[in-house]
């Protein structure tokens, strides 16, 4: 496949069309795929079969074929010497050659693609023009691919096109296509600026690097030497410098953009580095002046050996270079003294969730909390912010990475109170907003998360890997608490092709499968991820609530038990909220336990009290109604229901509508009430059809289908006392006169109250009823 080569495409096919008998020239370094783009340009305007190739034509043993190497025909015999001890080909000589077996060739437009011609001199471009010319009056069009072009000025009826450099997301489609790792979209950048755009070169610079920097979860600061895909590139390039022209790029710094500087960020602008059009002949420079090595390549900015470790330590964790970490992080943060270091550290353990606590020398976390660091994970320029702000960041920190360890929250309300106050603050550091969110939602306090998020929105310019994945995982979890699965994998996409390791974090994996099972229907895998260092037990309980999410939307009640009460174990305060989660596990007991069988263990699910205040939100507190009414009706008929459905709080989100009627559908269903419940679940069916949330629809069909087989068909439980007595009677096969005795009314009501009953049940007549009391009788009946 040919990435990013949709105008050209377009010339060429159009060349290969036309009637103007013209020469088309393709000119582009070696690798930067003109012969790939020409033979796709053929095959799209149905040249495949009709069009031929003509490999070596400046060689004693030039060759043609077809373009799916069928038929080859040997041209050495049209092969004739020059003055400058190349070969031309007899051009009329070649088109006898390739026109014998002309039959043969498909109708499509014929064409000669003469490859490989390399320089394009004065006599290949004479030559080219007369096969053009003879071409042209046997029906041929003549396209010709060249390196570089030594003509000062050539004919008008030859037309130039150049193949220029990839852009960052063709290249980026080329890795994926081709490498088997997928690619950090900032080392893609790298790539293609040292390959100057050259997808050839490109995927040489990218077969040299490990999987972990590919991936970005270690390092790259460039390449230690020029391959030979390069050094045929740039052969001819090299050649032709000038003297002084070589010497300055030997001495030219090359600092990609996006490469990394001090203090973590990346330095967008590139520098002086960006002049260098192709650093890689700039490297061939230096190798030719005897230079030592590459060493030069790499500015000072960029971590080589000797570099002091904490400044390596610090440009990884801002860069999610993590694989890095390991061998030689924790002593370093233990005994820098720079705090930034510090709170880099925690930010980052924060933000993935990692807290490295298996690891011999202890958790990438510093003894003790105060401003001395705190200050540093909130704010880029904390001198710029009041004591009282950096004291209740201080707090927050505090409060924080007690729930990594315990799962729990000591005082919510002075939390919210602190996080209100460092909220309003600006230059704030995009980790530390993640971390606010996080909090914010764990609190219920969705509107703040939202507006926290539109205030610290802006350029990443200057923001490393760390910060631009923080600020989309901090959109992404308000999705998911919003409902917007879409939304969700949008964010979490944008993460993981910045660094594809997110992929891998707990957090990230369990809002991943959550989205998926609303908008696909996918059933998630519940499996760890083969990933070293320990999960904090926050995130273990947040994963765990994920997926049990994502188990209830496909119907998968019991697992869906399962996994939210590890979630509530290990994490009362997961950024879903406690209401959100509550309900997901009340409505999984409900809908997985027999009716009359839930008892007190679904009741205790309301302790502890959860505040007021984290059921302010429409969505929370439309999820707290439906909680509230799954509890209150258990066992006996349904208003709080009806009541919560109808007049829930507004304005309600699809996600909550769907959530309300899907739970009582299921509700009804399970207890007797089919009909009401088939048209709640038929409602939801529609309405997540409209709102993108499909993969709700294979929950409620298997839910449906299982309600069949296990005999939940039949409304037995919706009959009234009086209908239930006389369906008792006409079940032991009393007469319509002899049931108007026994109840005390008239034979037109028992007729009238049996076809209500009838209609109800879902069957025609008596026939029907006594049926179906035999295959699936109600409780009430069999005791009666």
Not at 191 to 214: F, H, I, M, Q, V
Not at 555 to 569: H, N
């Given at each position: 496949?040919?990435?990013?080569?949709?105008?050209?495409?377009?010339?060429?096919?159009?060349?290969?069309?036309?009637?103007?008998?013209?020469?088309?020239?393709?000119?582009?370094?070696?690798?930067?795929?003109?012969?790939?783009?020409?033979?796709?340009?053929?095959?799209?305007?149905?040249?495949?079969?009709?069009?031929?190739?003509?490999?070596?034509?400046?060689?004693?043993?030039?060759?043609?074929?077809?373009l799916?190497?069928?038929?080859?025909?040997?041209?050495?015999?049209?092969?004739?010497?020059?003055?400058?001890?190349?070969?031309?080909?007899?051009?009329?000589?070649?088109?006898?050659?390739?026109?014998?077996?002309?039959?043969?060739?498909?109708?499509?437009?014929?064409?000669?693609?003469?490859?490989?011609?390399?320089?394009?001199?004065?006599?290949?471009?004479?030559?080219?023009?007369?096969?053009?010319?003879?071409?042209?009056?046997?029906?041929?069009?003549?396209?010709?691919?060249?390196?570089?072009?030594?003509?000062?000025?050539?004919?008008?009826?030859?037309?130039?096109?150049?193949?220029?450099?990839?852009?960052?997301?063709a290249?980026?489609?080329?890795l994926?296509?081709?490498?088997?790792?997928?690619?950090?979209?900032?080392?893609?950048?790298?790539?293609?600026?040292?390959?100057?755009?050259?997808?050839?070169l490109?995927?040489?610079?990218?077969?040299?690097?490990?999987?972990?920097?590919?991936?970005?979860?270690?390092?790259?600061?460039?390449?230690?030497?020029v391959?030979p895909a390069?050094?045929?590139?740039y052969?001819?390039?090299?050649a032709?410098?000038?003297?002084?022209?070589?010497?300055?790029?030997?001495?030219?710094?090359?600092?990609?953009?996006?490469?990394?500087?001090?203090?973590?960020?990346?330095?967008?602008?590139?520098?002086?580095?960006?002049?260098?059009?192709?650093?890689l002949?700039?490297?061939?420079?230096?190798?030719?002046?005897?230079?030592?090595g590459?060493?030069?390549?790499?500015?000072?900015?960029?971590?080589?050996?000797?570099?002091?470790?904490?400044?390596?330590?610090?440009?990884?964790?801002?860069?999610?270079?993590?694989?890095?970490?390991?061998?030689?992080?924790?002593?370093?943060?233990?005994?820098?003294?720079?705090?930034?270091?510090?709170?880099?550290?925690?930010?980052?353990?924060?933000?993935?969730?990692?807290?490295?606590?298996?690891?011999?020398?202890?958790?990438?976390?510093?003894?003790?909390?105060?401003?001395?660091?705190?200050?540093?994970?909130?704010?880029?320029?904390?001198?710029?912010?009041?004591?009282p702000?950096?004291?209740?960041?201080?707090?927050?920190?505090?409060?924080?990475?007690?729930?990594?360890?315990?799962?729990?929250?000591?005082?919510?309300?002075?939390?919210?109170?602190?996080?209100?106050?460092?909220?309003?603050?600006?230059?704030?550091?995009?980790?530390?907003?993640?971390?606010?969110?996080?909090?914010?939602?764990?609190l219920?306090?969705v509107?703040?998360?939202?507006?926290?998020?539109?205030?610290?929105?802006?350029?990443?310019?200057?923001?490393?890997?760390?910060?631009?994945?923080?600020?989309?995982?901090?959109?992404?979890?308000?999705?998911?608490?919003?409902?917007?699965?879409?939304?969700?994998r949008?964010?979490?996409?944008?993460?993981?092709?910045?660094r594809?390791?997110?992929d891998?974090?707990?957090?990230?994996?369990?809002?991943?499968?959550?989205?998926?099972?609303?908008?696909?229907?996918?059933?998630?895998?519940s499996?760890?991820?083969?990933?070293?260092?320990?999960?904090?037990?926050r995130?273990?309980?947040?994963?765990?609530?994920?997926?049990?999410?994502?188990?209830?939307?496909?119907?998968?009640?019991?697992?869906?038990?399962?996994?939210?009460?590890?979630?509530?174990?290990?994490?009362?305060?997961?950024?879903?909220?406690?209401?959100?989660?509550?309900?997901?596990?009340?409505?999984?007991?409900?809908t997985?336990?027999?009716?009359?069988?839930?008892?007190?263990?679904?009741r205790?699910?309301?302790?502890?009290?959860?505040?007021?205040?984290?059921r302010?939100?429409?969505?929370?507190?439309?999820?707290w109604?439906?909680?509230?009414?799954?509890?209150?009706?258990?066992?006996?008929?349904?208003?709080?229901?009806?009541?919560?459905?109808?007049?829930?709080?507004a304005?309600?989100?699809?996600?909550?509508?769907?959530?309300?009627?899907?739970?009582?559908?299921?509700?009804?269903?399970?207890?007797?009430?089919?009909?009401?419940?088939?048209?709640?679940?038929?409602?939801?069916?529609?309405?997540?059809?409209?709102a993108?949330?499909?993969?709700?629809?294979?929950?409620?069909?298997?839910?449906?289908?299982?309600?069949?087989?296990?005999?939940?068909?039949?409304?037995?439980?919706?009959?009234?006392?009086?209908?239930r007595?006389?369906?008792?009677?006409?079940?032991?096969?009393a007469?319509?006169?002899?049931?108007?005795?026994?109840?005390?009314?008239?034979?037109?009501?028992?007729?009238?109250?049996?076809?209500?009953?009838?209609?109800?049940?879902?069957?025609?007549?008596?026939?029907?009823?006594?049926?179906?009391?035999?295959?699936?009788?109600?409780?009430?009946?069999?005791?009666?």
């Amino acid at each position: 496949m040919v990435h990013g080569r949709d105008r050209e495409l377009r010339v060429i096919g159009h060349f290969a069309t036309d009637l103007d008998p013209t020469v088309l020239v393709v000119r582009g370094l070696s690798g930067i795929g003109k012969t790939a783009t020409v033979l796709q340009a053929l095959r799209q305007v149905g040249a495949g079969s009709s069009a031929v190739r003509i490999v070596r034509p400046c060689s004693t043993r030039p060759s043609a074929h077809d373009l799916d190497t069928t038929r080859r025909i040997d041209l050495s015999a049209w092969a004739v010497p020059d003055h400058a001890g190349d070969a031309e080909l007899d051009a009329a000589g070649l088109l006898r050659a390739v026109s014998t077996g002309a039959d043969q060739l498909g109708s499509g437009p014929r064409v000669l693609f003469v490859d490989d011609v390399g320089v394009l001199t004065q006599d290949r471009a004479r030559w080219l023009q007369h096969l053009a010319d003879e071409a042209y009056g046997q029906d041929w069009r003549v396209i010709a691919a060249v390196r570089s072009i030594a003509v000062e000025q050539l004919s008008d009826d030859v037309e130039v096109l150049e193949l220029g450099p990839l852009d960052r997301a063709a290249l980026r489609r080329v890795l994926d296509t081709e490498l088997s790792t997928p690619v950090a979209a900032d080392v893609v950048e790298q790539l293609r600026w040292w390959s100057a755009g050259n997808p050839r070169l490109a995927l040489e610079l990218a077969g040299s690097l490990t999987p972990a920097e590919l991936r970005g979860d270690a390092l790259w600061a460039g390449p230690d030497g020029v391959g030979p895909a390069a050094r045929r590139a740039y052969r001819a390039l090299l050649a032709g410098l000038e003297p002084s022209a070589a010497a300055a790029l030997a001495a030219a710094p090359l600092t990609p953009p996006g490469a990394p500087r001090e203090g973590g960020g990346r330095d967008v602008a590139g520098r002086d580095g960006q002049a260098v059009r192709h650093p890689l002949l700039a490297l061939l420079c230096r190798e030719a002046r005897g230079a030592d090595g590459v060493v030069e390549a790499r500015d000072a900015g960029v971590p080589v050996a000797g570099v002091a470790e904490p400044a390596a330590v610090e440009r990884a964790l801002a860069g999610l270079h993590l694989d890095e970490l390991p061998a030689r992080a924790w002593a370093v943060v233990a005994a820098a003294p720079d705090p930034r270091l510090a709170a880099r550290a925690v930010g980052v353990s924060l933000l993935a969730g990692r807290a490295w606590s298996d690891h011999a020398d202890g958790a990438l976390v510093p003894d003790g909390v105060g401003p001395a660091w705190t200050d540093h994970l909130w704010w880029r320029e904390p001198d710029a912010v009041g004591a009282p702000e950096r004291a209740a960041g201080a707090r927050v920190a505090e409060a924080l990475l007690r729930l990594e360890e315990s799962g729990d929250v000591a005082d919510p309300a002075a939390l919210r109170a602190d996080l209100r106050l460092i909220g309003r603050t600006p230059g704030q550091d995009w980790v530390g907003v993640e971390t606010q969110v996080r909090a914010l939602l764990l609190l219920g306090d969705v509107v703040g998360a939202r507006a926290l998020l539109a205030d610290h929105s802006g350029p990443a310019t200057g923001r490393g890997a760390a910060e631009v994945v923080a600020r989309d995982l901090a959109a992404a979890r308000v999705a998911a608490f919003d409902g917007r699965a879409a939304d969700v994998r949008s964010h979490l996409g944008r993460a993981a092709e910045l660094r594809p390791s997110v992929d891998e974090w707990l957090t990230a994996r369990g809002m991943r499968a959550s989205a998926d099972a609303v908008v696909d229907g996918t059933v998630p895998a519940s499996t760890m991820p083969p990933q070293a260092g320990s999960w904090s037990a926050r995130a273990l309980g947040e994963y765990a609530a994920d997926l049990g999410a994502a188990h209830l939307v496909v119907g998968q009640a019991e697992g869906a038990v399962a996994l939210l009460t590890i979630a509530l174990e290990h994490c009362a305060w997961p950024y879903r909220g406690r209401v959100q989660v509550r309900c997901d596990l009340v409505e999984a007991v409900m809908t997985s336990t027999p009716p009359g069988q839930v008892g007190p263990r679904a009741r205790r699910l309301l302790e502890p009290a959860v505040a007021p205040e984290e059921r302010t939100a429409p969505d929370v507190a439309a999820a707290w109604s439906r909680l509230s009414a799954l509890l209150a009706d258990e066992g006996a008929s349904s208003p709080t229901f009806e009541a919560a459905l109808h007049t829930p709080p507004a304005p309600m989100s699809p996600w909550q509508r769907v959530r309300m009627l899907v739970a009582y559908g299921r509700y009804a269903v399970t207890r007797g009430g089919r009909t009401a419940g088939t048209a709640m679940l038929d409602e939801a069916r529609t309405l997540v059809r409209l709102a993108g949330m499909s993969g709700w629809l294979r929950g409620i069909d298997d839910f449906l289908a299982d309600a069949d087989a296990n005999g939940a068909g039949p409304e037995w439980e919706v009959l009234g006392g009086h209908e239930r007595e006389m369906v008792r009677l006409a079940v032991q096969g009393a007469t319509n006169s002899q049931i108007a005795q026994a109840t005390f009314v008239s034979e037109r009501t028992v007729v009238n109250r049996l076809r209500r009953a009838y209609a109800t049940l879902g069957i025609r007549d008596r026939r029907d009823l006594v049926r179906l009391a035999e295959t699936r009788p109600p409780a009430w009946l069999v005791e009666g």
